[in-house]
Nanobody, 128 residues
Framework: DVQLVESGGGSVQAGGSLRLSCAASGNTYSRLCMAWFRQAPGKEREEVAS??????VYADSVKDRFTISQDSAKNTLYLQMNDLKPEDTAMYYC????????????????????????WGQGTQVTVS
């Protein structure tokens, strides 16, 4: 199993920045394939960015504004969010996939929530 704990959310004005963190513990191999999702009220949970080693995949809506990264030494996943817009307002979730071999990011593919097995509790981002 993998345990995930997000932090770093908050309220920010449009054009501002936030950095989300996800502290991971548990199965090392499951931490190879990770992603950030977000869910706004009344909407489906969507993948924002994913990572497998050095491969990253982004939703078109956040490309060139968000950056996903990992610090293996700290067992932490990050999402740097710049030039935030009101439409970025959502609950943001960190996710990990148990089977790293079939990680969508290995083939540069986006995926749905059903591809991931472990989830954090979420952190709220509000942009006004």
């Amino acid at each position: 199993d993998v345990q995930l704990v997000e932090s770093g959310g908050g309220s920010v004005q449009a054009g501002g920045s936030l950095r989300l963190s996800c502290a991971a513990s548990g199965n090392t191999y499951s931490r190879l394939c990770m992603a950030w999702f977000r869910q706004a009220p009344g909407k489906e949970r969507e993948e924002v960015a994913s990572i497998y080693t050095i491969r990253t995949v982004y939703a078109d809506s956040v490309k060139d504004r968000f950056t996903i990264s990992q610090d293996s030494a700290k067992n932490t996943l990050y999402l740097q969010m710049n030039d935030l817009k009101p439409e970025d307002t959502a609950m943001y979730y960190c996710a990990a996939r148990g089977d790293w071999y079939t990680c969508p990011a290995r083939s540069s593919r986006r995926s749905t929530r059903y591809a991931y097995d472990y989830w954090g509790q979420g952190t709220q981002v509000t942009v006004s």
